[in-house]
């Protein structure tokens, strides 16, 4: 599990994220939707939210946690990033990390389609599906994933974060096999 609510005390308070998913307005005016799945659910749901997306597809793999190569507290994410990439290859990839990709927060990934559709795995655990469009709502309909307005990990007072280092060497292979390059911030 990428994220597990807990006490103040750091030990498990037993939340067990619903399967659901309700709409959301950010800051900025636009709609998405969010999407929570127990752990077991996540990998299942997140590749048929994949699976409507346009190709070719872009890939930037944010790590927020360099377990590592640890950076000063508070340091930028590293991003890493691929354009103009198959869904296959994507899946695939995906598949062959699940264990970094599914239950390891040290990094978030953000796909985006060809149509400007976003989707979004956090180090929570969340998924975010932008814009709200009726084919997110199709896919969730038929991965038998409800609407409501059930709490999610993001309204969790707190939240204990996995980071495992037997999950090193996925890192460096869901680098290689999507051919990500380091993106760097411009300076203005």
Known sequence: MRAQSVTVDGEPDG???P??????????GETRL????????????????????QAPLGFLWRVK?????????????KDRLALE???GRVVDALEHCAELVYRDARGEIWIRGDLGEQLVLDQDGLL?????????????????????????MAERDYVKHWYHAEND???????????LTEVRPQRG
């Open 65 to 77: 946690v360099d377990r590592q190569n640890p950076g000063p507290q508070g340091a930028p994410p």
């Open 15 to 17: 939340f067990e994220p």
């Open 85 to 87: 990439l198959a869904p």
């Open 128 to 152: 975010y599906a932008y814009p709200d469009d009726p084919s997110w709502r199709e896919a969730l309909e038929a991965a038998g994933v409800p609407e409501s307005e059930a709490q999610t």
């Open 34 to 53: 969010v999407i929570s799945t127990p752990p077991s659910e996540l990998p299942r749901v997140h590749q048929a939210l994949l699976a409507v997306m």
């Open 19 to 28: 399967l659901a998913y309700g709409l959301e307005r950010t800051p900025g």
């Open 169 to 179: 060497a996925l890192e460096a292979e869901l680098v290689a096999r999507l051919r």
